[in-house]
């Protein structure tokens, strides 16, 4: 069983430029999460996609975006990009409907904005 | 939009129980109570969760009070692996198979030998 990866590693960007994240869910997992962690702070919930659509969002604008594939792959996206966006952004994939509605995440990507 | 608050930092003795509080004092009927841990900035692991009963599994064991305004994650043998960030989230469901979870900001917990 593979576990929820997330590429790249790590990124640097410059304030204006945009980017994109993306998100390989665990084998048989229909959800995928994603969040913001600030240095020193829990993660901030940005969207949560099922079967391809998005149902439901956290309090991000909406330069925010994403998308789920058909695979249940995930991509999140970031237009215009400002130097508070710079954060560890983590993806979780989960059944919904599944026993403890766990969610399991990936090792995250690790955004610097300069 | 908090809805969970933990001490900062706590320490424990290796080989001893290590006990995390959280308060939830907001959480409503059918919000169920998680506990993950978070390792050098890695992705938070899953440890336990619960609705209403205490709950106990290989890791930890969870007890929530019978108001359910706040819980304590029980680490019965604190090993200095266990020495992460411990996060109390509380995991609201909406429609349309919608599940969010509220992370508070975490408690350090240091287990020292």
């Known amino acids: 069983e593979t576990g929820v990866t997330q590429s790249p590693t790590h990124l640097i960007k410059t304030r204006g430029q945009q980017v994109t994240l993306r998100c390989s869910s665990q084998?048989?997992?229909?959800?995928v999460s994603w969040y913001q962690q600030a240095l020193g702070q829990g993660p901030q919930f940005i969207f949560q996609?099922?079967?391809?659509?998005?149902?439901g969002r956290g309090n991000f604008p909406p330069r925010f975006s994403g998308l789920q594939f058909p695979n249940y792959s995930s991509e999140l996206n970031v237009n215009a990009l400002e130097l508070d966006d710079s954060a560890l952004y983590l993806c979780?994939?989960?059944?919904?409907?599944?026993?403890?509605?766990?969610?399991?995440f990936g090792p995250g990507t690790r955004l610097t904005v300069l | 939009d908090a809805k969970t608050t933990q001490p900062t930092s706590m320490d424990c003795a290796e080989g001893r129980a290590a006990n995390l509080p959280c308060n939830h004092s907001?959480?409503?009927?059918?919000?169920?109570v998680y506990w993950y841990r978070q390792i050098h900035s890695q992705g938070p692991q899953y440890i336990i969760h619960?609705?209403?009963n205490n709950e106990t599994n290989e890791m930890a064991s969870l007890i929530i009070t019978e108001d359910r305004k706040s819980s304590t994650l029980i680490l019965p043998h604190a090993t200095l692996r266990d020495t992460a960030v411990y996060y109390c989230?509380?995991?609201?469901?909406?429609?349309?198979?919608?599940?969010?979870?509220?992370f508070g900001s975490g408690t350090k917990l240091n287990v020292k030998p």
């Open positions: 619960g609705l209403k």
């Open positions: 996609y099922y079967r391809e659509e998005e149902n």
């Open positions: 084998s048989g997992h229909n959800t």
């Open positions: 907001t959480i409503s009927g059918n919000e169920y």
């Open positions: 989230i509380v995991r609201v469901r909406g429609l349309g198979n919608f599940n969010k979870f509220y």
């Open positions: 979780a994939s989960s059944l919904e409907q599944g026993r403890r509605n766990e969610q399991f």
